[in-house]
């Protein structure tokens, strides 16, 4: 099947347990293409079942940026947007078709329209931010907020974001959120299509809950009690990935097995219910498609 001549590579989005991995394994089968990850949490070595990232695919089609980084690492959109054009150009030096298939929405908007040049945060300021974070576990949000008030916009739940924005705060005196509305720099060149999946709700929430039963049986909770082990600061990302804060609940004995699996298919839901919200307001330029399915699909590419 000829893929697009017109485009250099595909970015395929939507909510979580929509069916894009799915989809992208047909579509890198049929144009000679290769998969690169876009979702904030495949990227971790120490969490696949949680984050369902793809597995025995990955020796039909070559995968990228999944399971890459330690769980103590902290993963960013720069970091991110670098690594991923890199593996663009070099897809496309070798005669492949890139698609990055993903939901960090963040993460995407880095790679299609750029990053406010904010100068490097110093180390010793980052471990500085590390500890503040530890210490203000309960109320980090406030603490960041008092400091940097334009950081409100942040939600308090958000410790990434929020570490992130005192590092920058620190290091320039200077608020994230004021750097951010600099015009920022394009990271790229090639020519891209954008299409998001829009799944029908009652759809999405029943794989979505069918998704994490089977999670459950494939050792989500032995993922857990791995990562429990390495003793890793509660403000690392993967420790606040949907269902392993659920399942630590668990393991301490404060929530049953049926209020685990209810808790954390109720805050993935959410989860995709606000990644629905954000690709639909904003993302203008794009193609939606209502169902992963590769004809139609290829049908709205060529209409495009």
């Known amino acids: ?88 150009k070099d897809c496309i030096a070798r005669g492949r078709f890139p698609i990055v298939v993903g939901g960090t929405g963040f993460y995407l908007l880095a790679l299609t329209k750029g990053l406010s040049s904010i100068p490097d945060v110093n180390p010793s300021i980052r471990e500085q931010v590390r500890k503040q974070s530890i210490e203000h576990t309960n109320d980090f949000s406030e603490f960041v907020y008092n400091l940097d008030p334009l950081t409100r916009s942040i939600r308090p739940t958000d410790t990434q974001r929020l570490s992130r924005a005192l590092e920058v705060f620190l290091q320039t005196g200077i608020s994230l959120i004021t750097w951010q509305q600099v015009e920022p720099t394009p990271a790229h060149s090639y020519r891209y299509e954008y299409v998001v999946i829009e799944s029908e709700r009652i759809h999405l929430y029943d794989a979505i809950n069918k998704r994490f039963q089977l999670m459950i049986e494939n050792g989500a909770f032995e993922e857990v009690k791995k990562l429990v082990q390495l003793d890793l600061s509660p403000t690392c990302p993967v420790m606040k990935a949907i269902g392993v804060p659920e399942i630590i609940a668990y393991l301490e004995g404060n929530l049953t097995l049926q209020e685990t699996i209810e808790q954390a298919q109720k805050n993935t839901r959410r989860y995709a219910k606000r990644q629905t919200t954000w690709f639909k307001h904003q993302v203008m330029k794009k193609i939606v498609i209502y169902k992963p399915d590769m004809s139609t699909l290829i049908a709205e590419l060529h209409n495009s």
């Open 1 to 88: 099947m000829q893929r697009p001549s017109n485009i250099d590579f595909l970015i395929l989005a939507g909510p979580t347990a929509s069916g894009k991995s799915h989809l992208a394994l047909e579509l890198a089968k049929a144009w000679d293409g290769e998969i690169i990850n876009a979702d904030s949490m495949q990227v971790y070595k120490d969490l696949s079942i949680l984050t369902a990232r793809p597995q025995s695919c990955e020796q039909i089609v070559p995968h990228h940026l999944y399971g890459v980084l330690e769980a103590y690492e902290n993963g960013s959109a720069a970091w991110w947007v670098e690594q991923t054009c890199s593996i663009i």
